[in-house]
């Protein structure tokens, strides 16, 4: 069974960091990309950054600086370190398990395999 497991999220002050975290089940982590969705309120869900089986990287040109995410194959873990959080960067998080060869993330596509996701608040 397919599972995705996200936390990290909370509350904090526009500036403050966060590091989220994506435990995957082994049968969805063995060779495919990983990415981090966000969705917030009343908006639709944007592919925010991703991450190949090989350590091949992007982010969402407005989080670039701020965002790095990376992956621990041993512990099937994806994170998504933040910094310099803004209040516009609220919202629920989800990791995601897809096909991406690394290069724009408009190539990513995401399999249907989503967790229960993380909500991230940044206040003003």
């Known amino acids: 069974q397919v599972q995705l497991v996200e936390s990290g999220g909370g509350l904090v002050q526009s500036g403050g960091s966060l590091r989220l975290s994506c435990a995957a089940s082994g049968s969805i982590w063995s060779s495919n990309a990983m990415g981090w969705y966000r969705q917030p309120p009343g908006k639709q869900r944007e592919l925010v950054a991703a991450?190949?089986?090989?350590?091949?990287?992007n982010q969402l040109d407005s989080v670039k600086g701020r965002f790095t995410i990376s992956r621990d194959n041993a512990k099937n873990t994806v994170y998504l370190q933040m910094t310099s959080l803004k209040p516009e960067d609220t919202a629920v998080y989800y990791c995601?398990?897809?096909?991406?060869?690394?290069?724009?993330?408009?190539?990513?596509?995401?399999?249907?395999?989503w967790g229960q996701g993380t909500q991230v608040t940044v206040s003003s």
């Open positions: 995601n398990a897809g096909a991406w060869t690394g290069w724009g993330l408009e190539e990513y596509t995401g399999f249907n395999y």
């Open positions: 991450v190949t089986n090989g350590g091949m990287t």
